[in-house]
């Protein structure tokens, strides 16, 4: 079985990675305290993207070491994996203040914290992106294939509070609201592929959410239902990506949620594995495997050929590091419903999905990070 020449490839990651001190303590002593509202999107302190550069210069090299063939910055120029980029537009606030969502954090012992609450103060309009200039610098600085991750756009409905919080918010008119949200999100695109972007990732926890059952009676509050609105996103995404150039990647990554070792869903693919697979038009997938949480490997025969999931077996959570022996063996239990050939090796999300960081050391990561690669060599070539 022949190694990928284009994303995703047989050993791959999601994105972030752990920031190193130097960069927690400057962002802190430059920006002030990482909890107060103004710091949640981007920043524009010149002496913090130096250090920054220097950074990520470092985790360019950390990736190369491990053996990947793609590299990202390690989202080190953002406070969180999402609010960097609507954060730059025109439009939105956010504050982890008094939050209200309905969506939590949690772990074995239940529920930890509130999601940060997002809301409509205007009318959404796209600006020149942070994100576009990271990408940038990325792409200048490293021979790998740069790829680059945005939050999907069902992200921003799902953590507004659906369609009940825009009815009560500027918009009134819900299909306004997502004329625009694809409006801003394909001049996104446009000015990421104008910068060299081949290979763009969409984030989204708001498919995963549908699948944990406990959620259902909060879209219904919504005055949907947990299938209508699976067939509401796959849509508005498929709204963003039409008429992309052939050669760029597009991959979307299920994620039920990651923060400092928290999660907030459960529940398996079984009731998405349909839509998403089949009427979603992306090129491939990053699916979260490394608990029983995220249920069986069933839902893969849904998978067609031409598109490629990238198992998410190795934990991002946790510092142990995962046996060769195990990771083959659930590889092959995979292949029980779909080809190998379709499948690749990652982790189950990124290591930093905000500045703190999850629970293991840098050299956890990147034993983590290398035996995805020498698993993936094994297997496939």
């Known amino acids: 079985m022949a190694q990928r020449d284009k994303p995703p490839f047989r050993a791959d990651h999601v994105g972030s990675l752990l920031r190193p001190d130097r960069l927690k303590h400057a962002r802190e002593n430059l920006l002030g305290a990482q909890t107060a509202d103004r710091h949640l999107g981007p920043h524009d302190n010149a002496e913090l993207r130096v250090i920054e550069d220097d950074c990520i210069r470092d985790v360019i090299a950390l990736q190369k070491r491990a053996g990947l063939r793609c590299a990202t910055d390690g989202e080190f120029r953002r406070r969180s994996w999402w609010l960097e980029l609507v954060m730059t ?34 009318k959404i309009a796209w600006r020149p992106s942070t994100v576009v200039r990271a990408l940038e610098f990325l792409t200048a600085e490293t021979d790998a294939v740069p790829k680059v991750t945005i939050p999907a756009p069902q992200v921003v409905h799902c953590f507004m509070g659906g369609d009940t919080a825009i009815r009560e918010s500027c918009y009134g008119d819900v299909d306004a609201f997502w004329d625009d949200l ?81 999660w907030a869903a459960d529940g398996g693919y079984d009731p998405v594995a349909d839509v998403l697979f089949n009427q979603i038009d992306v090129d491939g997938y990053f699916l979260e495997y490394d608990t ?30 995962e046996s060769k022996d195990a990771l083959k063996r659930r590889i092959g239990e995979a292949v029980r419903f779909t080809p190998l050939e ?20 840098a050299d956890d990561q990147f034993a983590k990070l290398a035996r995805i690669v020498e698993v993936a060599d094994e297997i496939w070539g």
């Open 182 to 262: 694809v409006a801003a999100y394909r001049k996104e695109l446009d000015a990421l592929i104008k910068a060299g972007a081949r290979y763009i990732q969409l984030d989204d926890v708001g498919i995963p959410f549908i699948c944990d059952p406990s959620y259902g009676d909060i879209f219904r509050s919504w005055g949907t239902t947990p299938e209508a609105l699976l067939g509401e996103y796959a849509r508005r995404i498929n709204q963003v990506l039409e008429g992309r150039p052939s050669d760029v990647t597009v991959t979307m990554h299920q994620c039920r949620g990651n923060r400092e070792g928290l």
């Open 89 to 122: 537009w025109d439009g939105f606030s956010a504050t982890r203040e008094g939050a209200t969502s309905p969506f939590g954090w949690r772990n074995e012992n239940g529920k930890q914290q509130d999601f940060c609450t997002l809301w409509v103060t205007g």
């Open 342 to 361: 379709r499948l690749a090796l990652a982790p189950q999300c990124g290591f930093a999905s905000s500045v703190g960081g999850n629970p293991l050391t």
């Open 292 to 321: 029983p949480r995220a249920g069986s490997f069933e839902p893969l025969r849904f998978l067609p050929d031409g598109k490629v999931v990238a198992l998410g077996l190795v934990s991002s959570k946790t510092p142990e590091l």
